[in-house]
Nanobody, 121 residues
Framework: QVQLVESGGGLVQDGGSLRLSCAASGRIFSINAMGWYRQAPGKQRELVAAITSGGRTNYVDSVKGRFTISRDNAKNTVYLQMNNLKPEDTSIYYC???????????????WGQGTQVTVSS
C-alpha cells in the first residue's frame, strides 16, 4: 500500500559525509512528519532528526550542528545530510513517515527497511 525506500548508506572514514534519502510511494494522500531513527547493536532505537510538513525540524543533541534533515514534498522524499561523521554514528538508520492513505483514509506510521552507516576511525 505504502513503501519507504531508503538509499545512501555506506562506509565512510571519521570526519566524512554521507547523504541518506528516503522516498515514499503508494496510495498516499498526505504526509505529516518524517524522520530518521537509528539503532546500534544492543541499543534502543533513537530519533535522530524529524521534520514536519511545514519544515520545522528537531535533532537529538549528539548530531546538532553536524546533521541536516530536509524534505521535498513534491517528491515525497526526506533527506539526511550527515557531515563530520564520528564512529559513534555507526548504526542502522531507518526512515519513518506518518502518512494518510487515500483509501482507506487512515493515518499510519511507516518504516523503511533500514540502511547501514559505518564510520571507521
Amino acid at each position: 500500500q505504502v513503501q519507504l525506500v531508503e538509499s545512501g548508506g555506506g562506509l565512510v572514514q571519521d570526519g566524512g559525509s554521507l547523504r541518506l534519502s528516503c522516498a515514499a510511494s503508494g496510495r498516499i494522500f498526505s504526509i505529516n512528519a518524517m524522520g530518521w531513527y537509528r539503532q546500534a547493536p544492543g541499543k534502543q532505537r533513537e530519533l535522530v532528526a524529524a521534520i514536519t510538513s511545514g519544515g520545522r525540524t528537531n535533532y537529538v543533541d549528539s548530531v546538532k550542528g553536524r546533521f541536516t534533515i530536509s524534505r521535498d514534498n513534491a517528491k515525497n522524499t526526506v533527506y539526511l545530510q550527515m557531515n563530520n561523521l564520528k564512529p559513534e554514528d555507526t548504526s542502522i538508520y531507518y526512515c519513518n513517515a506518518n502518512i494518510r492513505t487515500d483509501w482507506p483514509s487512515v493515518r499510519v506510521d511507516y518504516w523503511g527497511q533500514g540502511t547501514q552507516v559505518t564510520v571507521s576511525s
